[in-house]
């Protein structure tokens, strides 16, 4: 629950509720638009020159079909009011969601962790050199 009903504000950026999944009740000054616009709620009313936004709505189930805007092989969640994310389902990972398998990890990090090393010892001996002749 959020009351931001007392202060001198004219409008809110909606990326300002980005991730607010549990942000169920908002009041807000009569002129402020609910986050996400009507659609993003499932109550909206004006009272006593009060704005209550009540319940999000998940815009992923508008239609109560996946969202269109995901690519194929991801999944959509809300992600805060008018907002929502596509995750990639089990299996895939990638851009879109487009390589099938886990990610590769011994050939992503091995040589990262090698050179590492290697550079690391190539450092401390030259280093090493320059202790000893002080």
Same mark, same amino acid.
């Given at each position: 629950?959020?009351?931001?009903? %007392? ?8 990326? $300002? =509720?980005?991730? =607010? %999944? ?10 402020? @638009? ?9 109550? @909206? ?9 009540? /319940? ?18 991801? %999944?959509? /969640? ?19 969601? %487009?390589?099938?398998?886990? =990610? ?12 590492? $090393?290697?550079?690391?010892?190539? @450092? ?11």
């Amino acid at each position: 629950m959020i009351d931001l009903s %007392l202060n001198p504000i004219v409008n809110i950026s909606e990326k $300002v =509720f980005l991730g =607010f %999944l549990g942000l169920n009740y908002m009041i807000l000054p009569q002129d402020v @638009v609910c986050p996400g616009g009507n659609v993003s709620w499932q109550k @909206v009313e004006v009272k006593q020159g009060k704005r209550l936004c009540k /319940g999000q709505n998940n815009m992923c189930n508008q239609t109560g079909q996946m969202s269109t805007n995901c690519p194929e092989h991801s %999944l959509c /969640g809300p992600y805060g009011p008018g907002f929502f994310e596509c995750s990639c389902a089990e299996n895939y990972q990638g851009y879109k969601c %487009l390589r099938q398998g886990e =990610f590769p990890a011994v050939e992503v990090f091995g040589p990262l962790a090698a050179s590492t $090393v290697v550079i690391s010892f190539l @450092v401390w001996v030259t280093q090493r050199r320059k202790a000893k002749s002080l």
